[in-house]
C-alpha cells in the first residue's frame, strides 16, 4: 500500500494544524538563533579564534547549514521541534533535502532584505495559514506537529 499524504489541511476547518504558529516559529527563531551561535562560539578555538574576525560570516555559514541539515532531516529546526511545528509542501509531504535548500536560501535572502521581511511578517499574521513570504513562493506551510501526526 502506497501512502499518499492529503493536501494542506483547511484553515477554516481544522484551525488546530495552525494555532499559534506565527508565534511558535518566533520563539523557534530565537531558539535556533541561540544554538547557531553557541556552534559557532565551540568552532572559534578552532580557527585559532580568528573567527572573531569574520564571526557574522560564520553565523551566516554554520545558521545556513544548520537550518538546511535539520529541516531536510525532520522537517523542522531542533527549535521548531521544541516548538512542535513542522513544515510541509503545499501536498502535505516533508521537506527533502532540496526544498530544505530552497526554503533556506530563500528565507536568508528575505532576512538580507528588510522589507521583505516585514512583508513576510504581515503575511505570517494576517493570512489564514500564517505563511511567511517564502512559504507562499514556494506553497509550503508550518503546521502544529501533533495536529499533523
Known sequence: MTY????????????????????????AWLVDTVLIALICLLIL??????????FPLLMLVVGFTYRV??????????????????????????????LATVHTLVT????????LQIISVVLMLTTARGQ??????????ALNRAAAA
Open 45 to 54: 578555538p578552532f580557527t585559532a579564534f580568528t573567527g572573531l574576525f569574520f
Open 132 to 141: 511567511g513570504l517564502t512559504d507562499h513562493v514556494l506553497g509550503s506551510v
Open 108 to 115: 536568508s535572502f528575505s532576512f538580507a532584505l528588510p522589507v
Open 69 to 98: 541539515v535539520t529541516i531536510a532531516n525532520r522537517s523542522a529546526t531542533w527549535g521548531m521541534r521544541l516548538m512542535a511545528i513542522e513544515f510541509r509542501t503545499a501536498q502535505g509531504e516533508r521537506f527533502g533535502l532540496g
Open 4 to 27: 499518499h499524504p492529503l493536501p494542506l489541511p483547511d484553515p477554516v476547518t481544522q484551525p488546530e494544524f495552525y494555532a499559534d504558529v506565527p508565534m511558535k516559529r518566533l520563539l
